[in-house]
T-cell receptor
């Protein structure tokens, strides 16, 4: 178990192109979160999965954004028709199943830095 | 929605000194308050966290002080070291009715520089 992994680590794309990011959570963590972090700001919540069900989406997640977690393990975040304002660090986090003390901790991956030219 | 306000934006401390970062929240339903440390190019890493049923939690050189009535909490780093130079984020969230926890609401961050 090496923690949350994200790929790619960096992505440069031209405006209007589609991009897809992947997140592999810590094994057996059934909760998975996506956040976006812009320079000099704290992470902002995008969406949340419990197992394969997407239970919450932020208003930040426009129609151009879609996230999936098809088998309750890894997740993908796709951005269609990218805009320069999409340039940010996209962070994935996971937390363990259960409701006890310690199971509220979210473990973050290293992020995918997106630059839209 | 700025539900967690963090100050200062940046902080310079001499080696061996005490670093203090403050946060204030609005939503009284929050019941979990973590602090995260982030180095450049890395994801945030949990440093220490507190629940509102205690007023202080200490782990090594790091202490969280919590004031429920004032809706404020702070991070104290004792004997600050150059290796502590990073960006620190406070956050808050609340338990879901169905179990587990909601999304984290982060402060804007404090960039700490510890000079030797």
């Amino acid at each position: 178990d090496t923690g949350v992994s994200q790929n790619p680590r960096h992505k440069i794309t031209k405006r209007g192109q589609n991009v897809t990011f992947r997140c592999d959570p810590i094994s057996e963590h059934n909760r998975l979160y996506w956040y976006r972090q812009t320079l000099g700001q704290g992470p902002e919540f995008l969406t949340y999965f419990q197992n394969e069900a997407q239970l919450e989406k932020s208003r930040l997640l426009s129609d151009r954004f879609s996230a999936e977690r098809p088998k309750g393990s890894f997740s993908t975040l796709e951005i269609q028709r990218t805009e320069q304002g999409d340039s940010a660090m996209y962070l994935c986090a996971s937390s363990p199943r259960g409701y006890g003390v310690g199971q509220e901790t979210q473990y973050f991956g290293p992020g995918t830095r997106l630059l839209v030219l | 929605q700025q539900q967690v306000k963090q100050s200062p934006q940046s902080l310079i401390v001499q080696k061996g000194g005490i670093s203090i970062i403050n946060c204030a929240y609005e939503n009284t339903a929050f019941d979990y308050f973590p602090w995260y440390q982030q180095f450049p190019g890395k994801g945030p890493a949990l440093l220490i966290a507190i629940r509102p049923d205690v007023s202080e939690k200490k782990e090594g050189r790091f202490t969280i002080s919590f004031n429920k009535s004032a809706k404020q909490f702070s991070l104290h780093i004792m004997d600050s070291q150059p290796g502590d130079s990073a960006t620190y984020f406070c956050a808050a969230c609340r338990r879901r009715f169905s179990g587990g926890y909601n999304k984290l609401i982060f402060g804007a961050g404090t960039r700490l520089a510890v000079h030797p």
